[in-house]
């Protein structure tokens, strides 16, 4: 991890939002990080240090079942933070934290956030409305996994790190989307084919631009 | 002496697409590559047959150079009775 020594730390919207009093205190704890593509935050049970803003990086939190086979149970973007919630009470890491899409991101350790978290109870609202709103968006995942196509989810997967990541190019293989929906490589293959011959997004190797995002708007399931 | 891992090619065919797998994956046997041609032949399978516009999805494993190893192929048939029809 490279530590970069300027940084707009309110790149991130979570961390925008936040009162400016209460910035000014968060702000000296505040370093900004270079993350790495693939590169692995916290296995899962690791106790955590740091949560993270992300910028234009995009953090996955993926479950690792018994037969080896993985799932994407959360995503962190530019809208939100890297674990932060469930990890207020026990700081272990619920799953695998691994970057997704490579760039930088703020990042604040625990115990600094709690200081001053517990003396703003502005900063607390933020954090608790953050809170919910990533709880609501995981039981809409939950959902979505069960009952919906491969081709609806993963129109949505490609909507939702298009949104985070504010980029058309996204930097992306069949074999990890696969292992983000938790579906084989050869069921991306035909439906990011399909999707390309339709016109909606082009693709390269080791990458995927989004070509006509209201199209894939249509297509996607209402999750 | 190492010997390198077989890597192999799954091209998907469903009605009148055909998917061509240019970047192949690793496995450690021919078997494990079998189960994984038919893990995923069944996944296209649920969401592509119901829809009707095709009735089959055929997965072609290939080696290295590009010989067909095996098929796999999941196939629907919907029949109508008379009564059906009346």
């Known amino acids: 991890m490279v530590h970069l020594p300027k940084a707009d730390h309110r790149t991130n919207w979570l961390l925008a939002a936040v009162a400016p009093e209460d910035f000014a205190l968060l702000e000296p704890h505040l370093e900004l990080v270079e993350l790495l593509r693939e590169q692995v935050l916290y296995e899962p049970g690791d106790v955590m240090h740091h949560i993270y803003f992300p910028h234009e990086a995009v953090i996955s939190l993926v479950n690792l079942m018994e037969d080896g086979g993985l799932i994407e149970v959360g995503v962190f973007g530019r809208e939100g933070a890297s674990s932060l919630n469930g990890a207020l009470a026990t700081r272990e890491a619920f799953g695998r934290y691994m970057v997704q899409i490579p760039g930088t991101a703020s990042r604040i350790a625990y115990r600094h956030l709690e200081e001053v978290r517990s003396t703003c109870p502005r900063l607390r609202q933020v954090l608790t409305n953050y809170g919910e709103a990533l709880l609501a968006q995981t039981f809409q995942t939950v959902s979505c996994n069960a009952v919906h196509a491969v081709e609806a989810r993963c129109c949505r997967w490609i909507l939702s790190v298009h949104d985070r990541v504010g980029k058309d190019t996204l930097p992306l293989t069949h074999e990890f989307l696969a292992e983000m929906l938790g579906v084989q490589r050869s069921s991306v293959s035909v439906v990011t084919r399909t999707l390309q011959t339709a016109g909606l997004i082009q693709q390269s190797r080791g990458s995927i631009t989004v070509t006509d995002r209201a199209g894939l708007e249509e297509t996607v399931c209402e999750c | ?86």
């Open chain 2, 1 to 86: 002496l190492e010997k390198s891992v077989p890597r192999f090619y799954f091209d998907v065919r469903e009605g009148n697409g055909f998917t061509c797998d240019d970047v192949g994956v690793e496995f450690d046997t021919l078997d494990a590559a079998k189960f994984a041609a038919a893990t995923a032949a069944a996944e296209i399978g649920r969401d592509r047959l119901p829809k009707g516009d095709t009735r089959e999805v055929t997965i072609e494993v290939k080696d290295e150079k590009g010989c067909l190893l095996l098929t796999v192929t999941v196939a629907m048939t919907v029949r109508e009775t008379a009564r059906a029809l009346t």
